[in-house]
């Protein structure tokens, strides 16, 4: 499911959702509603480290209340102030996220 109100796009790949967000977050705090974090949950910032790995990034549980459904989850993720000598990309940047309950929450129909 994407979220084109954040400018967030999914693809998967080996069990790690990638998020592409082509809208930099508001306060360096990216929201995500469509991954369904566990205890487990990693998030990276693709191209970020030279190493391939990139840091972990600290994140954490969102509830929201959905119509009829009760709260639904997803997650935010701190992203780190970057500049643009370091930014890995101007135009787009992917986030891997492993570790996700079922992977990521399909749209409902």
């Keep these: 499911q994407n979220q084109t109100d954040v400018g967030a796009y999914y693809t ?3 069990n790690v959702v990638y998020a592409l967000v ?3 977050p508001k306060d360096n705090r990216l929201v995500l509603n469509a991954p369904m974090p566990t205890a487990n949950t990693r998030v990276r910032m693709v191209g970020l480290d030279s190493d391939g790995e990139g840091e ?3 994140w954490d549980y969102m509830y929201v209340e959905s119509k009829g459904n009760g709260l639904e989850a997803g997650i935010i993720i ?3 102030p970057l500049t643009p000598d370091v930014i890995p990309c101007q135009h787009a940047w992917a986030f891997a996220i492993s570790g996700l ?3 990521y929450k399909e749209e409902s129909t």
């Design 12 to 14: 998967t790949k080996d």
């Design 22 to 24: 082509t809208k930099w």
């Design 56 to 58: 972990l990034l600290e």
């Design 78 to 80: 701190e992203v780190p």
């Design 101 to 103: 309950q079922d992977e």
